[in-house]
């Protein structure tokens, strides 16, 4: 699903508006209808409804959901800031007063803000999309108000929170925090932000019908996956297939102490298709391989409790693919070991966790790494790789210019964990919960990303798939044993019904 930017999402307004054709009017009509029939799906008419809009367009949906949730006998009141107002406002404003002159009301500052009966909703259409600056002055002190107010009343942004910029930082400005924000058509590369979590809440994306012509043709450089994309992506095995088909992958892990995450990582490996897996791991870790994953080969490192040097065969390209860094430690002999690697193995690998770590120790080591790969750092390796932002926009920044400039996929892990592509695009991904904030949960991710490479899915489709894949899992393992009951074990448990229900 492509993300639009804000003045994208004004052009695919006109661009319905003159081919549906549809009038600005009926446009706006539809738009505020999706969201009463939401308010109405989701609260009775007990609750009072106080809706307060700007003078543009936002401020003129909340005029007309006002008037239908009235149709439909709910108890709703308009508080409207004065001023010039757009066309469409003018004409909602018009309507509702003919009908129920008394359900509107100025507000022209803070002393005018209604004071609100138990029970009552809050609804925010102050400013969508057309937000031209920082909200100062006494509308900073009305969404203060409203943030103030958010304990006892649900506060239900329309379109964005207000204050909220669609495609730039708004930290350090006014934005009400809303508990639910009703979208129109498409996300905003805003709700995606970890920064902007507090402001909105919720978010639900209401279809109103902007043309199919404009969502399919204009280019967008920010997609969110969803379920088709994967679909497209996704190749069932080949009924003759056998384990040469699906590759062998490498997987150098593991240090003292540290197993485990080799072992999450190699039975995750598995679980996600490759067709065959040999564990690089010290010679502390055999046993635990061997009796831990009968279905993983083990080589081990001369060393006991780090690795030094990773197996020969790796010269003769004989492994389709190799994933490294869970558990590995950050010795100077692995190091070394690690650049070797680099100068050894040219095709796309996995880099993950200490892998980075030795990296950021070594930067010139990025400029080494085979183009193509992909390496999954979590906000604080990001930080030690590529240095401190001033906020999330820049950070995206940052990372899509280090993918294009490396020719590598950089994932960025976290809710929405984004994939930079070296071609500029920008993938989010929406699986996944807060009980996958679980030690291991990333070493099962680096597991299945290596068997997807591992498979021949190009470096793209298997970061695309690969983080959808690890995420509904970590899903279906919630629904299962709760978020906090979940281990990351439970992530490569789940990863069977995964393929089977989430594509
Ligand atoms: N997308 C769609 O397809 C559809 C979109 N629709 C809706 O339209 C919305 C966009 O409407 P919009 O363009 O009129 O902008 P909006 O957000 O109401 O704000 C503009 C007003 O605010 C003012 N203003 C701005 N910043 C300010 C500030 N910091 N401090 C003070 N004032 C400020 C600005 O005044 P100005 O600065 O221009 O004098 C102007 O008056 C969109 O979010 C959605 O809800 C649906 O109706 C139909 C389908
Ligand atoms: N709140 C969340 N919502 C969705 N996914 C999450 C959330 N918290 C963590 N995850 C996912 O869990 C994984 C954690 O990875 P990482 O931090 O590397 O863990 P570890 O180092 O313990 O293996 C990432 O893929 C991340 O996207
Ligand atoms: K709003």
Redesign the pocket.
């Known amino acids: 699903m492509k993300i639009f930017s804000a003045p994208q999402v004004r052009e695919a307004d006109a661009y319905t508006i003159q081919h549906e054709p549809v009038s600005s009017l009926d446009l706006m009509e539809r738009a505020a209808s999706r969201c009463s029939a939401w308010i109405e799906e989701h609260f009775s008419p007990k609750h009072p409804v106080y809706i307060i809009c700007g003078k543009g367009n936002n401020g003129g949906d909340g005029l007309a959901i006002v008037r239908q949730l009235l149709l439909h006998g709910y108890d709703a009141t308009a508080y409207t800031i004065q001023g010039a107002t757009s066309p469409d406002h003018t004409a909602n404003l018009l309507r509702l007063r003919e009908s129920y002159p008394d359900k509107v009301h100025p507000l022209n500052d803070l002393q005018e803000f209604p004071s609100l009966p138990p029970d009552a909703l809050i609804v925010d259409a102050l400013f969508g999309t057309g937000l031209n600056k920082p909200i100062e002055g006494w509308m900073g002190g009305v969404i203060h108000h409203m943030n103030n107010l958010r304990q006892k009343h649900t506060i239900i942004a329309i379109d964005m929170p207000s204050g909220l910029r669609a495609d730039s930082t708004s930290l350090h400005t006014p934005v009400v925090q809303a508990h639910h924000t009703l979208s129109f058509e498409t996300w905003k590369l805003a709700f995606l932000m970890p920064e902007n979590a507090a402001f909105v809440g919720q978010v639900h994306i209401l279809p109103i019908g902007l043309h199919p012509d404009y969502l399919t043709h204009t280019p967008a450089r920010f997609h969110l996956t969803d379920l088709e994309t994967i679909r497209t992506i996704y190749q069932p095995r080949d009924p003759f297939g056998h384990k040469g088909t699906y590759g062998h992958a490498l997987l150098i892990a593991g240090s003292y102490g540290k197993m485990g995450?080799a072992l999450?990582s190699a039975r995750s490996c598995l679980r996600a298709g490759v067709g065959l897996l040999t564990c690089h791991v010290p010679a502390c870790g055999y046993e635990i391989m061997q009796l831990g994953e009968p279905a993983a080969m083990c080589i081990t490192d001369s060393e006991i409790q780090h690795s030094t040097h990773f197996h020969l065969d790796i010269a003769d390209a004989s492994y389709t693919t190799v994933g490294i860094g869970?558990g590995l430690g950050t010795h100077q002999q692995t190091a070394l070991a690690l650049e070797k690697l680099l100068e050894n193995f040219r095709s796309p690998m996995v880099l993950?966790?200490d892998a980075l770590n030795i990296i950021s120790v070594y930067p010139y080591l990025l400029y080494r790494i085979p183009q193509g790969s992909i390496i999954?750092p979590?906000p604080k390796?990001f930080e030690r790789l590529f240095g401190k932002t001033a906020n999330d926009f820049e950070r995206l920044e940052l990372l899509s210019s280090k993918s294009q400039e490396l020719g590598i996929y950089i994932?960025l892990?976290?809710?929405?964990?984004a994939m930079a592509c070296p071609d500029g695009a920008v993938y989010f991904?929406p699986?996944?919960?807060?009980?996958?904030?679980?030690?291991?949960?990333?070493?099962?991710?680096t597991g299945i990303l290596t068997a997807l490479l591992a498979q021949r899915y190009t470096p793209k489709a298997a970061i695309i798939l690969g983080?959808w894949l690890?995420?509904f899992a970590?899903d279906l393992a919630a629904a299962s044993l709760s978020q906090e009951g979940m281990t990351?074990g439970d992530i490569t448990t789940h990863l069977g019904a995964a393929f089977l229900q989430g594509i």
């Open positions: 995450a999450l869970p993950d966790a999954t979590h390796e994932l892990k976290g809710r929405y964990s991904n699986t996944g919960n807060p009980g996958m904030a679980t030690g291991g949960s990333g070493d099962v991710l983080v690890h995420g970590g990351a």
